[in-house]
C-alpha cells in the first residue's frame, strides 16, 4: 500500500500490476484519472449538444431578425432573441469543454489543475454562469409579457419595445456582475486553499509514503 498527497502519483501507480494507493488529500469530486469525459457517449454527446445549440439558435436569430415584424410583436422578438442568444452561448460552451477533453485526451488528469486555473477554463465558467442565468430571467420575461397580453388583451398596460430593450440589458449586466462577484470570492479562496494544500504536504502529517 502507498500513500501520497498527491491524487496524479496514485493513478499512475494504478497502471502497475499488484501496486494498490491511497490518496491522503480532501477528496474532490472532480478528479479523475482519465480524460476530461469517462467515456465516448459523454463526449459524443457534449459535441452534438454543443453544436446543435450553436447552429439551432444562430438560426432562431437569423429568422427572428428577417421575419419578426410578420410573425410576432417586436417584443416577443427581442425576448426571443435575448433567449436564443443565451442558449447559444452555453452551446459555445460545450464546445469549449468537448475541445479540451480532445486536447488533453486520456491524460487529462495530468493537467487539470492547470486546466482549471487557465483562463480558457475560467471564460467558459463564465459564459455557463451567464448562459444560464440569462435564459432562466429570459423565459421569466416572456412568460410575464405572455400573462400581461393573456389578462389584458385590450389594455394599453403593456411592455413596451424600450422597456423590453431595458429589461434585457439589465438582466445581462445583472448576471455578468453576479459572476464578476463569484470570481473574485474564488481568486480570495485561492491564498487558503494553496495553504491547506501546503499542510498537506508537510512531513509528518499522516500517513508515510
Same mark, same amino acid.
Given at each position: ?6 491524487k ?5 501507480? *494504478? ?10 488529500? %480532501?477528496p ?6 482519465? #480524460?476530461?469525459?469517462?467515456?465516448? &457517449?459523454?463526449? &459524443?454527446?457534449?459535441? +452534438? ?5 450553436? &447552429? ?5 436569430i437569423?429568422?427572428?431578425l ?6 410576432s *410583436? ?16 452555453? !452551446?459555445?460552451y460545450?464546445?469549449?469543454? =468537448? ?5 488533453? !485526451?486520456?491524460?487529462?488528469? +495530468?493537467?487539470?489543475q492547470q ?8 471564460? #467558459?465558467?463564465?459564459? !455557463? $454562469?451567464?448562459? =444560464?442565468?440569462?435564459? %432562466? $430571467? ?12 393573456? +389578462?389584458?388583451? $385590450?389594455?394599453h398596460?403593456?411592455? @413596451?419595445?424600450?422597456? =423590453? $430593450? ?5 438582466t445581462? @449586466?445583472?448576471? %455578468? ?10 481568486? @480570495?479562496?485561492?491564498p487558503?486553499?494553496?495553504?491547506v ?13
Amino acid at each position: 500500500m502507498s500513500y501520497s498527497s498527491d491524487k496524479r502519483i496514485c493513478c499512475l501507480l *494504478t497502471e502497475i500490476p499488484n501496486t494498490t494507493c491511497h490518496s491522503t488529500s %480532501v477528496p474532490d469530486p472532480l478528479d479523475t484519472c482519465g #480524460a476530461l469525459f469517462p467515456n465516448t &457517449v459523454l463526449r &459524443v454527446a457534449s459535441w +452534438l449538444i454543443g453544436l446543435s445549440a450553436l &447552429v439551432g439558435n444562430f438560426a432562431v436569430i437569423i429568422l427572428r431578425l428577417r421575419d419578426g415584424n410578420l410573425r410576432s *410583436t417586436v417584443v416577443q422578438n427581442n425576448f426571443m432573441i435575448g433567449l436564443a442568444v443565451a442558449d447559444g452561448l452555453m !452551446g459555445l460552451y460545450m464546445l469549449i469543454i =468537448s475541445s479540451a477533453d480532445i486536447y488533453y !485526451g486520456g491524460i487529462y488528469f +495530468l493537467s487539470a489543475q492547470q486546466w482549471r486555473e487557465s483562463p480558457i477554463c475560467n471564460f #467558459a465558467g463564465f459564459l !455557463g $454562469f451567464v448562459s =444560464s442565468e440569462s435564459s %432562466v $430571467f429570459m423565459l421569466m420575461l416572456i412568460t410575464v409579457d405572455r400573462l400581461i397580453c393573456i +389578462l389584458n388583451p $385590450f389594455s394599453h398596460i403593456k411592455i @413596451k419595445k424600450s422597456s =423590453s $430593450f431595458c429589461l434585457i440589458c439589465a438582466t445581462c @449586466k445583472k448576471n %455578468v456582475t453576479n459572476e464578476q462577484q463569484q470570481q473574485a470570492r474564488m481568486l @480570495k479562496l485561492q491564498p487558503l486553499q494553496k495553504c491547506v494544500k501546503q499542510n498537506e504536504d508537510m512531513p509528518g502529517e499522516g500517513p508515510q509514503r
